[in-house]
């Protein structure tokens, strides 16, 4: 069960969609992404039959639009008091706002009423969009700074409380006696944090809270810890410990998320006194959960994942377990349909699920960097990206809740169900056809989004990281290895164990690298095998140590590299295997790739395309294809196309790529069940 993007609704396309509820700021991108390609400046926002569209050309109306008055009553009818009122029902409802104004200026806004029909000058909407949904933007963080350092003045008497109560205590359990208190100090702070939020964005909705409570969720927190510590600082007062700080921290993040567990027993509002050596005062107590809305703090843990959950006002309750990793295990929740207006949904929540001596305190630090990463590549949204929706701390466990992606990735069980249907007849060449090529041009949509938008590199991009959402759309996932920025530096160690996905720029460093250390630990080997006494031997080994450290071990990963990637991963989706895949040892995958970049252009066709066939549905496009490969695979990175211009391909303008059908194709192979 899940709500669908609108944009594979009924009466939703590339260039038109119906304004419902659950419209987000990716799906704008993509007409935004549309336009541009029609050369339009403007979307347009008309209505017919009782329902509310937007679309990049005006001639998609369907029929005669209504009056503009019904229009921006319909606007508010379908998209005030919603409580799934997202990031762009949000911006919808500013521009109503500001088009049923009857001040001038709109222009300057970039708005132009007309009698049937609101234009929107896309830049503007593109601003933002940007600029309401991008938590990495320097506006927003720099509101986050400054809200952190009011709500820790504001908090300044029970931090005073517990810098006094730190310094004058003489034991263990004194300390012990402390941490409670500054727990309750950490979920005032919340509180006050998430309150402070909403004073200064009054218009926001739901995804932007969300966003704001999941930074704190993060390493992040740490910006909360380091104001503290400056203002007691700045106060001549005693700096608290690491423990402590911690303390502050746990009780931050069990009451900031912006999803609660609805079966634990949340805690009781309790006044926990600092005792000092002359007096006792007492620690403000924290917000409760109907206050804030985003309570997650348990007396107890919970006995592995949580058996229910409420996201925003929606209860979701464990369906089924969807996977299982090293550290943790993901499972679907659903929510029942409540009405039309709300149908219903699926998510998944990824869960600490590790062994019997699995650490819980590493564990919760590989979950906050895990969170962060998939925040700072999602930025915006968009549809070709795994969403995160929310997360919630208990005790020393953080969940994570994302769009619901159980039909696994694309080289799992979907691909064997693919094949079979394929085999059986139970879908055309021309249907098998649709599914590949649409996946395709998932997989470059949104590794663009992470270059373009997000300023990210994914470098782990392959079938396995590439997942299929209930609503029959490829999304690029898994962000442990992602960076920040076009060109990053690492320990050549850094540079994925699966070579057939790497490109040949790096297998060549890492090639180079490893002769080059395998060089000094030879010659020092044959050096003490030489040598005369232990002291000559020490001297060897002192040199060969630093003849290493003296060594150059980083790579330069960049944009490139993900984009080699994605041509492997576009190879596998369109023929079925692996080009590089050699049966054996990894090194002979490496020795195939070096061969590879050395090899001439006819040489390389040789060795992507002989005795592959592609499926009979794809025959007539196989020139195409194999132009779109080799381009995205050129070893030559100055010669490598890029994604804007593959995305761009006369492949993907088949009337069958990315249609409802085609979605709906791919959701009805993937959740076969026989």
């Known amino acids: 069960m899940s709500v669908p993007s609108p944009a594979t609704l009924r009466d939703g396309s590339r260039s038109r969609l119906e304004v419902l509820p659950e419209l987000k700021a990716r799906d704008l991108n993509v007409l935004l992404k549309d336009g541009k390609k029609k050369g339009s400046k403007e979307l347009f926002v008309f209505a017919r039959e009782d329902k509310v569209y937007i679309a990049t050309d005006l001639t998609d109306t369907g029929g005669k639009p209504e009056k503009t008055s019904k229009l921006l009553d319909l606007i508010k009818k379908k998209l005030s008091g919603t409580s799934q009122n997202g990031s762009a029902a949000d911006v919808l409802l500013n521009i109503r706002t500001m088009a049923k104004s009857k001040k001038h200026g709109l222009e300057a806004l970039g708005i132009r009423k007309e009698a049937n029909y609101v234009a929107v000058e896309s830049d503007k909407l593109n601003n933002l969009l940007v600029h309401r949904h991008d938590p990495n933007a320097a506006s927003q963080l720099r509101q986050r700074s400054e809200l952190i350092g009011e709500?820790?003045?504001?908090?300044?008497?029970?931090?005073?409380?517990?810098?006094?109560?730190?310094?004058?205590?003489?034991?263990?359990?004194?300390?012990?006696?402390?941490?409670?208190?500054?727990?309750?100090?950490?979920?005032?702070?919340?509180?006050?944090?998430?309150?402070?939020?909403?004073?200064?964005?009054?218009?926001?909705?739901?995804?932007?809270?969300?966003?704001?409570?999941?930074?704190?969720?993060?390493?992040?927190?740490?910006?909360?810890?380091?104001?503290?510590?400056?203002?007691?600082?700045?106060?001549?007062?005693?700096?608290?410990?690491?423990?402590?700080?911690?303390?502050?921290?746990?009780?931050?993040?069990?009451?900031?998320?912006?999803?609660?567990?609805?079966?634990?027993?949340?805690?009781?509002?309790?006044?926990?006194?600092?005792?000092?050596?002359?007096?006792?005062?007492?620690?403000?107590?924290?917000?409760?959960?109907?206050?804030?809305?985003?309570?997650?703090?348990?007396?107890?843990?919970?006995?592995?994942?949580?058996?229910?959950?409420?996201?925003?006002?929606?209860?979701?309750?464990?369906?089924?377990?969807?996977?299982?990793?090293?550290?943790?295990?993901?499972?679907?929740?659903?929510?029942?349909?409540?009405?039309?207006?709300?149908?219903?949904?699926?998510?998944?929540?990824?869960?600490?699920?590790?062994?019997?001596?699995?650490?819980?305190?590493?564990?919760?630090?590989?979950?906050?960097?895990?969170?962060?990463?998939?925040?700072?590549?999602?930025?915006?949204?968009?549809?070709?990206?795994?969403?995160?929706?929310?997360?919630?701390?208990?005790?020393?466990?953080?969940?994570?809740v994302m769009e619901d992606c159980s039909i696994g990735s694309i080289d799992g069980s979907f691909k064997e169900k693919l094949e079979a249907a394929a085999v059986q007849n139970k879908i055309t060449p021309q249907e098998h056809k649709a599914i590949l090529l649409t996946l395709a041009h998932d997989v470059i949509q949104g590794l663009h989004f992470l270059h373009d938008t997000s300023k990210v590199l994914h470098l782990d991009i392959k079938p396995a990281n590439v997942f299929i959402g209930i609503d029959g759309k490829a999304k690029i996932g898994d962000f442990d290895r992602s960076k920040k920025g076009s060109a990053i530096k690492e320990d050549y160690k850094q540079i994925p164990d699966t070579p057939q996905y790497v490109s040949p720029r790096l297998t060549g460093e890492q090639t180079r690298i490893k002769a080059a250390v395998n060089q000094i630990t030879d010659n020092e080997k044959a050096s003490k095998k030489d040598a005369k006494t232990a002291e000559e031997r020490k001297e060897i080994g002192h040199a060969a140590t630093a003849a290493l450290r003296a060594l150059d071990r980083n790579v330069t990963f960049t944009h490139k590299d993900d984009v080699f990637a994605a041509g492997v991963t576009l190879f596998e989706i369109l023929y079925g295997e692996n080009p590089f895949r050699v049966s054996g040892f990894a090194e002979d995958t490496i020795k195939l790739m070096n061969a590879y970049a050395a090899a001439t252009s006819r040489d390389r066709r040789h060795i992507l395309f002989d005795k592959r066939q592609l499926p009979p549905g794809l025959g007539a496009q196989e020139a195409q294809i194999q132009k779109l490969l080799m381009d995205l695979l050129h070893p030559n990175e100055d010669k490598r196309i890029t994604l804007e211009r593959a995305s761009t391909s006369t492949l993907f303008t088949d009337a069958s790529v990315g249609t409802p059908e085609a979605r709906e194709l791919i959701r009805s192979v993937g959740m076969d069940s026989g």
């Open 151 to 400: 709500a820790v003045k504001d908090s300044m008497k029970q931090l005073q409380d517990l810098y006094s109560a730190d310094a004058a205590s003489q034991s263990e359990d004194d300390k012990k006696s402390l941490h409670e208190p500054a727990i309750s100090i950490g979920s005032t702070l919340a509180a006050t944090l998430l309150k402070k939020f909403h004073d200064a964005n009054a218009s926001s909705g739901t995804q932007e809270l969300a966003f704001f409570s999941m930074h704190f969720l993060t390493e992040h927190s740490q910006g909360v810890l380091d104001e503290i510590q400056k203002q007691a600082e700045k106060s001549n007062s005693h700096k608290l410990d690491k423990e402590l700080l911690e303390s502050i921290r746990s009780g931050l993040q069990q009451s900031i998320g912006n999803v609660r567990a609805s079966d634990t027993v949340t805690a009781q509002s309790s006044r926990k006194k600092l005792t000092t050596r002359t007096t006792t005062t007492a620690t403000t107590t924290t917000t409760s959960a109907s206050t804030t809305d985003t309570r997650a703090e348990t007396d107890k843990p919970i006995s592995g994942p949580p058996q229910s959950l409420i996201l925003h006002d929606r209860k979701f309750t464990i369906s089924r377990q969807a996977g299982k990793g090293g550290h943790g295990v993901v499972n679907i929740y659903e929510s029942p349909s409540e009405s039309s207006s709300r149908p219903p949904l699926s998510v998944a929540v990824k869960s600490p699920g590790g062994g019997i001596n699995s650490d819980a305190s590493e564990t919760l630090a590989t979950f906050q960097k895990e969170l962060g990463l998939h925040l700072q590549a999602q930025g915006i949204g968009h549809e070709n990206v795994v969403e995160i929706l929310g997360a919630m701390r208990i005790k020393d466990q953080i969940h994570i």
